[in-house]
């Protein structure tokens, strides 16, 4: 190799699901390293080539060119760029998940490895970056922004041109929204345009960078709406006003989460109207995907809990505060009530 060259970036990634799979997928492409650390169940699945479907274009991509780690304490076999951990909010915060960031940041200390946190969380990143004990402008907060679903265990709605045939031999089937598949936030500008540049030469897709005091609230404000559309029914938007008063509670919801002081001033003018034209835009841009059927797989089972805790944990924030938080409060009531029915 010339001296000339620039040595091959080395990505490290905690966990396999949708977020570390399609992360891999596109820092491969981009010519990095990928390894991914994973519970010792899921070495023997991963060992085999992974297959990916594409809505975009209703093709096949394979993704097998990869290491597998099922260790912590084989991590500091060498120096990677960046840790992107896949783990949730609870998994995070729990004695397990706190234990492993910081056996990670033991492992990378002596490295200049950035850790990115992928997982959604009030004050998530501070206790990451309290737990791995790393230097601030070392760990920043990232998120998946394309729409990921395992095929196995998702039955969606099949919409022109996807391929069902194709599907069904897919392992995770993906859609890229127009905002890329990678967002970053600018928190340390370098760092993010550094971690962009490598996404970015994919050549697929690319890395977003977004205003670090917009994107919590960026993220926390769809929790409401996912857990009002539950309440509806998972309707497409075009028909959540029909529901008036749910949505109308959602929206209320909205505000109360935007008005904790961890938010500042983000989104703190939205409403029914721009509120409702955000899920009507997500659900067009996510076509041939079917973004309430996603939604209803995805919020309304495999993470419903967690969002569910997460509703929760912004009711306890404003409490805090001196707030009264009443409309999340109520949503949160109706939710439960609305899931021990369906029990």
């Known amino acids: 190799m010339s001296s000339n060259t620039p040595p091959t970036p080395n990505i490290l990634i905690v966990g396999a699901g ?8 596109h820092l491969r492409l981009a010519g990095a390293e990928v390894t991914f650390l994973v519970r010792p169940k899921r070495v023997e699945k991963l060992s085999q080539p992974q297959v990916l479907y594409s809505y975009d274009d209703a093709s096949l991509r394979p993704f097998s060119d990869y290491r597998l780690l099922s260790d912590v304490t084989e991590v500091g076999d060498r120096a990677y760029d960046y840790v992107i951990v896949t783990l949730d909010g609870a998994s995070s915060r729990s004695a397990e998940g706190t234990a492993l960031l910081s056996d990670l940041g033991n492992a990378v200390r002596d490295t200049s490895a950035v850790v990115i946190i992928g997982g959604i969380g009030l004050g998530l990143r501070r206790h990451c970056l309290d737990a791995l004990g790393l230097d ?15 095929v196995a265990s998702a039955d969606l709605p099949i919409h022109p041109p996807t391929d069902p045939a194709l599907l069904a031999q897919a392992d995770m089937a993906y859609r890229t929204m127009p905002t890329g598949s990678f967002t970053v936030e600018d928190r340390f500008p370098a760092v993010a345009a550094r ?14 960078i977004v205003d670090h005091g917009q994107f919590p609230a960026q993220v926390a404000i769809v929790f409401p709406i996912f857990a009002a559309c539950e309440l509806m029914g998972w309707p497409p938007a075009a028909q959540l006003t029909d529901h008036k008063d749910t949505w109308q509670l959602a929206v209320d919801a909205v505000r109360d989460i935007v008005s904790l002081d961890e938010y500042g001033p983000a989104g703190r003018t939205m409403g029914s109207e721009s509120l409702t034209r955000m899920m009507a835009a997500f659900e067009e841009k996510a076509l041939p995907l079917d973004a309430s059927a996603f939604n209803a797989f995805h919020h309304g089972g495999k993470v419903a809990q967690q ?12 409490e805090r505060e001196g707030k009264p938080m009443v409309a999340l409060n109520q949503l949160i009531a109706e939710l439960t009530a609305f899931r021990r029915q369906a029990v």
């Open 18 to 25: 949708a977020m570390g799979l399609m992360s891999g997928y």
């Open 136 to 150: 601030e402008e070392r760990v920043i907060s990232g998120a998946l922004t394309l729409l990921a679903h395992q």
């Open 195 to 208: 971690f962009k540049a490598l996404y970015d030469a994919c050549g697929v897709s690319h890395c977003d």
């Open 307 to 318: 969002d569910l805790e997460l509703l929760r944990d912004h009711v306890a924030a404003g």
